[in-house]
């Protein structure tokens, strides 16, 4: 039975949990949670908990909790038990240096062959940006960040490069979460604004530079916040400086 005062009471539980689809319903709640910070890196993952609020047996959250270790999302110790992973700012550097070199060389290809049903889609989107950051709706506001660039992959038909980005997505956006404050989402919009003035100006060199300031402005707050709380990090207390921390420019 669902307790009131259960810790797990942001879990979205599946409306229809259906044979076969159980473990796979279960890791989304799970993954959904930890993404969004709900639960937070470090904490401790009650499985009994978990069933009870699922309503579900153990098995299907053992073995949800198996596909988010090999996510990176959960660690798994016999006799310990399990807990949300910390955030590997390696693994961020290494992941946001990816996408700066495929979003940028992406946008090459992109300018002077878009059309405007691309222009129209980006302008809709940078004005739900500017509603959702009014109403400081962080989350709405991380969905549309991420349409965003799904537009200008979407249009090309990028789907291989797509999927490389999307693949690193999950410890990318909980990295990202921990810096979203009513300042970052500004800058991303004037960030986002950049690169769009330069797909409407049919310039590659303005746009590759306005997504490679992007990534580096998004990398330098994240260094920051990790010197500040290196304790969310597994390796937060070995973070040089700037300047040695990620390649900018």
Known sequence: MRSAASPYSFLARPTALTRGNVTADVTNALRHAIVTLAMPPGSVIDKSMVCAELGVSRFPVSEALARLQAEGLVDIAP???????????????????????????????????????????????MAAQREAAERDDAEAFHQIDIDFHDIIFRSMRFTKIKGIIDSARANLDRARRLIITPRRLALTIAEHQAIFDGILAASQDQATRAIRAHIDAVMVELFAFAREHPAVFADGDTLGSDSDSFPFG
């Open 79 to 125: 006799q310990r038990g399990s807990t949300v992973s910390l955030v590997r700012i390696a693994d961020v550097r290494e992941y946001m240096l990816i996408r700066k070199a495929l979003e940028s060389e992406a946008l090459r290809v992109l300018i002077g062959a878009h059309d405007a049903e691309l222009i129209e889609a980006l302008h809709a989107n």
